[in-house]
C-alpha cells in the first residue's frame, strides 16, 4: 500500500502547493484545468467538459458558475441544443492565462524534480496507465486528451 500512500501524499501537498500559486489569481487547484481549456477552446460546450475531465458532473457546473461568478468565463447559450452552454474566456481571463500556466509549469517542475527527461516521460506514461486502469475497472467512459 505503499504506492496509494504516496499517491496521496502527492496529490494533497501538490494542491496545497498550487493553490498557493494560484491564490493571486482568484482560483484554485480544482478550477485551473477548466479555465485552460475554454481559454484554449473558446466556445467549447459545458457538457464537452465531462469527456475531458474525471470529475462529478456536478463539479463541472459549481465550478463554471464559481468561474463566471469571478469575471473569467461567460455562458451563451447553445444555438443548436438551448439545454447546452458554450463557454468563452473574458478578457481578464486572457490576461492572466499565461501566468496561471507558468505557475503549473512550476508545480510540476516540484514535483518532478531531479528527474531525468527520461524518468518523467516515464512516470507519466505510467501514472496515465494506473488512471486508465481504474477508471476501465470503474467502467468511466472518458475521451483520450493528451
Not at 105 to 132: H, M, P, W, Y
Request: aromatic share 8%.
Amino acid at each position: 500500500m505503499k504506492l496509494l500512500k504516496w499517491l496521496s501524499i502527492a496529490d494533497r501537498f501538490y494542491k496545497i502547493y498550487l493553490d498557493k500559486q494560484l491564490a493571486p489569481f482568484g482560483i484554485n487547484s480544482s478550477q485551473y484545468m477548466f479555465l485552460l481549456k475554454v481559454c484554449n477552446s473558446p466556445g467549447i460546450l459545458q457538457d464537452s467538459l465531462l469527456d475531458m475531465f474525471y470529475v462529478h458532473p456536478s463539479n463541472i457546473v459549481r465550478t463554471i458558475a464559481a468561474l463566471d461568478k469571478q469575471g473569467l468565463i461567460t455562458r451563451s447559450p447553445n444555438d443548436k441544443d438551448k439545454r447546452t452552454w458554450k463557454l468563452y474566456p473574458t478578457s481578464r481571463a486572457q490576461s492572466m492565462i499565461e501566468e496561471i500556466r507558468a505557475a503549473c509549469e512550476k508545480t510540476e517542475a516540484v514535483l518532478l524534480q531531479g528527474f531525468s527527461e527520461t524518468e518523467k516521460d516515464l512516470f507519466a506514461d505510467l501514472l496515465q496507465r494506473a488512471g486508465k486502469n481504474i477508471t476501465a475497472e470503474l467502467h468511466i467512459r472518458r475521451k483520450e486528451e493528451e
